[in-house]
């Protein structure tokens, strides 16, 4: 029987067998083995595309629905209700299913055999604090694997398929896997015994590289189009300070689908009327109505992502597709600060994970980064701090999740 191994990420999704012994990963797209978890519902076409097609077209202006973040939604009311998306009525489990159906049909072309059985990495918690929700979030998925065509799914955590593929360990080390994916942070900590590999714990919060575009697009970018700004009342002489909900929604890429309603355009549209500083609020009322909340949150994840260079410690986000020559200054010290939060609860959750393998910090041996924003330096930085004197891998963070899982399966 012959079983697909499914890394199906936030941000980024991979799938991978074993052939003549190793972990082989599908072209997913033409050329890569990796590609972005995004569908766009092509309103003039009347097609569903996905991956890099499905950005280019958003990034193009074509007319339609775009998704991204999808696995953030897993556990929640959302999945379940039926909205009009494009041109047909879907829950987000069919946006899912369609999407993994998607990934099987190309496996499929590829190798010329037929997967109706998954291997899926799933997080340790898709929710931190939530037992229900988390629960519900496994129903959820396998339902799509379902609704896909799949005859069955098995779920595996995501650190600990990234453990069968990471590199040897010296005698008597432990290794420990930092998977920072889209969405969420997990931990694993695995001994090895020739080639078989032991996990000894694992643990997971709710908080990724999703989160940090968050926090970074509200504190940097979202006050360009008025958010703390004042508003005059209506009515009266009085003055308020414009809500935070619609900059929060619009900072978050798995609302930013549903912020276009006439509801919040008629308020960005009274807000640039009525505000003490207009031209914030003109700039809200653009985005809204030219639907350009993916292009910010693009921007946002681009800036993020060269700021985390060598040698780069003050850049930029690019907003000229809101207004020409609009940009907000992004430095390693304001993102740092930012990120902060994050910081913490990603240093917590480790060590909470060292404290139920009941090891002390020195005995790892070998950080493993997984994930590609477990390479940016507020990460690295804290892992750096916790363990001093552990070496650092970092080769296949993109892949290491599909490769593991691609061992498990073939196991």
Known sequence: MAILGIDFGTSNTAAGVMVAGRPHLIDVEPGRKTLPTSVFFDYDRKVTTYGSVANAALIDGREGR?????????????????????????????????????????????????YDVALSGRPVRFH???AARNAQAEVDLREAYLVAGYRDVSFMYEP???????????????????????????????????????????HGVRVGGT???????????????????????AL??????????IFNDLATWQKIPFVYTPENRRMAADFAKLGIDPALFGRLKTVLEMELGHDIAFAVEAGKIHLNKPDVDDAGIDLRVVEPALWARLTEAAMGAVLADHAAQIRACAAETLAMAD????????????????????????????????????AEAFTAVADGLAIAAAT
């Open 66 to 114: 775009f998704m991204r973040a999808l696995k953030s939604v897993l556990g929640t009311p959302l999945m379940r209700e039926k909205r009009q998306i494009a041109y047909e009525r879907l829950t987000l489990i069919e946006v899912v299913a369609r999407f993994l159906r998607m990934l099987r049909e190309r496996a499929e072309a590829e190798t010329g055999q037929a």
């Open 236 to 245: 009266g002489s009085g003055r308020h300070v414009a809500p935070n909900a």
């Open 359 to 394: 090891i002390p910090p020195d005995r790892i041996g070998k950080i493993v980064f997984v994930g590609g924003s477990s390479l940016l330096h507020v990460v690295e930085d804290v892992m750096i701090t916790m363990f001093p004197h552990a070496a650092l891998e970092r």
């Open 160 to 202: 600990e398929a990234a453990a069968l593929a990471s590199g040897p360990l010296d005698k008597g080390a432990l290794g420990l896997i930092v998977d920072i994916g889209g969405g969420t942070s997990d931990f694993s900590v695995f001994e090895r015994d020739g080639d078989a590999t032991r996990i000894i714990a694992s």
């Open 128 to 130: 931190s604090t939530d």
């Open 211 to 233: 989160d940090f575009d968050r926090s970074i697009s509200i504190a940097e970018v979202m006050p360009l189009l008025g958010r703390g700004a004042e508003v005059r009342n």
